[in-house]
């Protein structure tokens, strides 16, 4: 979970603007005041002082992109990030609802919401709820009756017109935006300002797809975020000319499906994401480039050469595979053999030796036996993971494999689990522990846990440690690694080799 703190947006208050004119769901409930007559171009109401924002985000790195294009949707009509909830006027969660349970997750937060809302009020003050995200797709009108302190919800493909939303509730209306608009929000959303981009480090998201077409037969995702959509390629590049002017050295490209990315390019024609990151590594200030989440099924050629060819994308790929046989890939709907998968693995090795592999897992997949599941364990030793994430399989109201037969147990899939899990810590050990020795180049890109330290990432996204000297916060300095822990590694400073562009591990 992830907090948009407190940023550099102006403080005061605004005019709202944009995008007036559509319709809003608006669902007569006790609780319902009217919205404000001949409200066009609707304001923030003066009597209301507190714009102090707090963006709860849930979920996946897309979420977190997103928090930041909330907080600078709201940024030129007042409101800036707060630290915490308890400092905030307008508050949102900003949810996911990939696993089980996440509704009601939400429902427990909101709960806690409740005492500070009510307090805000015996004291004469408004506070104003949001949730945002999958979980206000999904549940809609039913959040606004389920959850009295809910002000407005609001789906992924709307957050252009939060500033509406906000200035609507903070009059006493009850609003739900989760249609999928015509118009894209891209179009509408402001960049972001300069300065709130410096004060979000030196690494960046960027959003360049949304949405799936895959249908994977335990996902939601193609219900809550939609139909695949691309970004067109001189948006992004502005985006991320922008991002860069500001200090940005490092951008990781995001989409549900992101190597699916078919954008259009200069001439009109839909490009590939391997077109898109040759021409993003033509960015002078650039240092880095990373992309995230890929399907097996769209990793084209071009995108295989990008690896091959540019210094500046990092050698690591996050690759899901979900499972290691061939029956449950059917059954999931996957569209690719443990046989293609394993191909691939070795195209993207001979192109780039050193590339570190992550993927996800399902354990329990209904109809998984034993035999299955020894398959994904097989597949793991046989693929070496530098790190991964797996989960047991939670059925999704909705999708097709919720109403399948045969659900494994819970207790079954607890032990299968388990047992990927200490194979998969095996191999991440195996991997950090390799590092112990060599020099690679780190992104400081945060401060560390303890005083005078730093943190940031070596090429194979390792968090790396180090004693360093606030300043170089944002430098990607060589380090040598001293030490291998569970999920990161420490080190200490090493002089950069004269003369030398190319550090042991990376030409960042
Ligand atoms: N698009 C990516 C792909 O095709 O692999 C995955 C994106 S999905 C949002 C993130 C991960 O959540 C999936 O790879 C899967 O492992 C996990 N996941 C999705 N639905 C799940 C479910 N119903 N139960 C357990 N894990 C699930
Ligand atoms: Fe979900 Fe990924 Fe499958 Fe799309 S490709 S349905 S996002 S798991």
């Not at 009295?148 to 209306?173: C, E, I, N, S």
């Not at 809550?224 to 990781?252: C, F, K, N, W, Y």
């Not at 797996?390 to 607890?414: L, Q």
């Not at 060589?478 to 030409?507: C, K």
Request: charged residues 20%; glycine residues 8%; positive net charge.
């Amino acid at each position: 979970m992830t907090d948009i703190g407190p940023g550099t947006g102006r403080r005061g208050v605004g005019e709202l603007s944009g995008g007036q004119n559509r319709r809003i769901k608006e669902p007569r409930t006790a609780t319902e005041m009217p919205p404000s007559l001949g409200a066009c171009r609707p304001t923030v109401p003066t009597s209301d002082p507190n714009t102090g924002l707090f963006i709860k985000t849930y979920g996946c790195q897309m979420n977190v992109y997103d928090s930041t294009r909330m907080a600078d949707a709201l940024a030129p009509h007042g409101f800036a990030p707060v630290a915490a909830a308890d400092a905030a006027g307008v508050i949102i969660l900003n949810t996911c609802h990939i696993r089980e349970k996440a509704a009601e997750k939400v429902y427990s937060e909101l709960g806690r919401l409740r005492a500070l809302k009510a307090r805000r009020a015996q004291a004469g003050q408004r506070l104003t709820i949001g949730v945002a995200g999958c979980v206000a797709q999904a549940e809609g009108e039913d959040m606004l009756a389920r959850a009295p302190v809910v002000d407005f919800v609001v789906g992924p493909q709307a957050y252009h017109r939060l500033p509406h939303l906000v200035a609507r509730a903070r009059r006493g209306a009850r609003l739900v935006e989760t249609a999928f608009p015509t118009e894209d929000k891209f179009d509408h959303l402001p960049l972001p300002q300069a300065k709130a981009t410096v004060s979000r480090g030196p690494t960046a998201f960027l959003t360049v797809q949304e949405g799936c077409d895959k249908f994977c037969t335990f996902c939601v995702v193609p219900y809550t975020r939609g139909a695949e959509t691309s970004r067109p390629m001189a948006q992004l590049m502005a985006e991320a000319h922008r991002l860069v002017d500001a200090g940005v050295r490092e951008i990781t490209l995001l989409g549900q499906n992101v190597n699916a990315w078919h954008g259009a390019g200069p001439s009109g024609a839909p490009s590939t994401l391997g077109r898109l990151l040759f021409e993003l590594a033509k960015i002078d200030g650039l240092d880095r480039l990373r992309y995230t989440t890929s399907h097996p099924r769209d990793m084209h050629a071009e995108l295989v050469a990008a690896h091959r060819d540019l210094d500046t994308l990092m050698p690591y790929l996050h690759l899901p595979v979900q499972a290691g046989s061939d029956r449950i890939l059917k059954a999931m709907n996957r569209q690719h053999t443990v046989h293609d998968y394993l191909t691939l693995v070795e195209t993207l090795r001979q192109a780039r030796p050193d590339i570190a592999l992550s993927g996800d897992f399902i354990v329990g997949f209904p109809g998984e036996n034993e035999a299955d599941f020894e398959a994904t364990l097989a597949l793991v030793r046989r693929v070496g993971y530098a790190q991964a994430y797996s989960f047991k399989y939670s059925p999704r109201p909705g999708t097709p494999a919720a109403t399948a037969a045969a659900h494994v147990p819970e207790e079954v899939k607890t032990e299968r689990l388990a047992r990927l899990q200490a194979l998969l810590a095996d191999q991440a050990r195996a991997f950090n522990g390799a590092m112990v020795g060599r020099t690679v180049p780190v992104l400081l890109d945060r401060a560390g846990k303890r005083p005078g330290q730093l943190a940031g990432r070596s090429p194979y996204l390792q968090a790396v440690h180090l004693q360093a000297p606030a300043h170089r916060r944002g430098e990607i300095v060589p380090v040598v690694i001293d030490a291998a822990h569970a999920n990161s590694l420490s080190g200490h400073m090493a002089p950069a080799p004269a003369g030398a562009g190319q550090i042991d591990g990376d030409a960042a």
